[in-house]
């Protein structure tokens, strides 16, 4: 029964049925084949609980702020400053594109809102500096996966609320991940405009540099705005991401003035579809996930290997990282964070590892599977901005997979990358 469930998943899938659909005919499958001894009501007391969390009010407010940011005038500015300070090193425009992600990550919070944001502009820059369709496409994919480590995240919101860990813990946990990742990316870089022979720009002068940094300065006060006040004990997660709303509409409503007001209809009309998409998954995906436990489906899939791993902190870690791996190859990350977290936290408990360390690594794997085949969301989204074919898409991804999964295992074998901002909160 469980391998026919598998593959009805797999087959609705492949048939581009959206993913709340197979996680739906999941739940019911189970309900009506006697794998469970619960009822539709049951389902829909899960479904409610599972988006009944005060917490997940951020989620919206951050995508809405998230979309007034990218209607207006902030990436233009984060490029600027970005490309000032790297233009005259090989590899310079790269590098900026890489380093603007993450910036617009630490502004926006979404990979998405990123890919449109940071591709658009960076595209046909790279193009004519002589890098392949393919290298450009797969470096903003992937760059812009970096804004789900710096904060603030809706991987790390999802994450903690499930695990029931400090969702200002967690955005503290993601900067130095994400800064090492923003490294590895350049040091990538420039060693392919080594080989490839492509010659630097001219230097900026400190003038430049200084205009462009005094344009910057406002936006670069979300991160500060976010993450200072929920650790500081100013508000709460939920408190920032309004905050976050009213800083992004006096920047670019009264300050920039490229957002007007008429343009808050359409952009709020987009955060609310977009609003819906997330909390249908959650819901389904609660009631999936409560399934499968009734169903003793976890027990009977990860139950030997977790026996076999004890209290290996190691190991756990290892298949910690391959189980959402390989989830978030097929699956919308938020769906595979609320299906799996639940069925490993006995075996963090069990081995006495930081949830907040193994957020990071879940959440770093969330990052990976939003550019690896076959089912990525940025791939699709990309697809869809810059109008490339699939193929176009990931022939480039696997040299910056393999940076992401090379960050895993230093995480993994030095976990106080993730840990050293929050210890140093907490003294």
Not at 84 to 98: C, E, K, N, Q
Request: hydrophobic share 55%; with cysteine; aromatic share 10%.
């Amino acid at each position: 029964m469980l391998a026919l469930l598998g593959i009805i998943m797999l087959v609705l899938l492949l048939l581009g049925f959206p993913m709340m659909v197979p996680l739906a005919v999941g739940t019911f499958y189970m309900m009506f084949t006697d794998m469970t001894f619960f009822g539709p009501d049951q389902a829909v007391s899960w479904m409610i609980n599972g988006v009944g969390s005060w917490v997940l009010a951020a989620v919206p407010m951050f995508i809405f702020a998230a979309d007034i940011l990218t209607k207006g005038h902030t990436a233009n500015r984060l490029l600027d400053v970005v490309d000032a300070f790297t233009r005259h090193i090989r590899g310079g425009l790269p590098i900026t594109t890489a380093a603007s992600c993450a910036l617009f990550g630490a502004v926006s919070g979404s990979t998405q809102a990123t890919v449109v944001a940071m591709g658009g502009p960076m595209r046909p820059r790279l193009l004519a500096k002589g890098y392949s369709d393919s290298f450009t496409l797969a470096l903003i994919i992937n760059a812009s996966d970096i804004a789900l480590l710096i904060p603030p995240s809706i991987g790390f919101i999802i994450y903690g609320v499930v695990m029931k860990t400090s969702i200002g813990d967690l955005f503290l946990a993601g900067v130095l991940p994400g800064l090492m990742i923003l490294g590895l990316f350049a040091i990538y870089c420039y060693l392919d405009a080594r080989i490839k022979g492509i010659e630097p720009e001219p230097r900026a002068t400190w003038a430049e540099r200084w205009t462009t940094i005094r344009k910057v300065a406002l936006p670069m006060g979300f991160p500060i705005i976010v993450v200072g006040g929920i650790y500081g004990g100013f508000f709460s997660a939920v408190e920032a991401s309004a905050v976050a709303v009213a800083y992004a509409l006096i920047l670019e409503v009264i300050i920039y003035r490229q957002v007007s007001i008429r343009d808050l209809g359409s952009l709020a009309m987009s955060t609310g579809l977009i609003t819906a998409v997330v909390f249908i998954l959650v819901a389904i995906g609660a009631a999936f996930s409560q399934t499968l436990g009734t169903a003793g489906v976890p027990e009977q899939i990860l139950g030997p290997m977790i026996d076999g791993i004890g209290d290996n902190q190691t190991l756990a870690l290892m298949l910690i990282a391959a189980a959402f791996f390989i989830g978030c190859m097929f699956v919308d990350p938020i769906v595979v964070i609320l299906i799996l977290v639940p069925i490993f936290k006995p075996l963090v408990v069990a081995t006495g590892l930081d949830p907040v360390h193994v957020g990071v690594i879940v959440t770093l794997q969330a990052a990976i599977g939003s550019a690896t085949p076959p089912f990525g969301c940025d791939i699709f989204t990309a697809i869809a901005v810059f109008r490339r074919p699939y193929m176009d898409v990931i022939r480039g991804t696997p040299p910056f997979i393999a940076i992401m999964v090379l960050a895993t295992f230093l995480l993994i074998f030095f976990p106080q990358i993730s840990l050293l901002l929050p210890s140093l909160g907490g003294s």
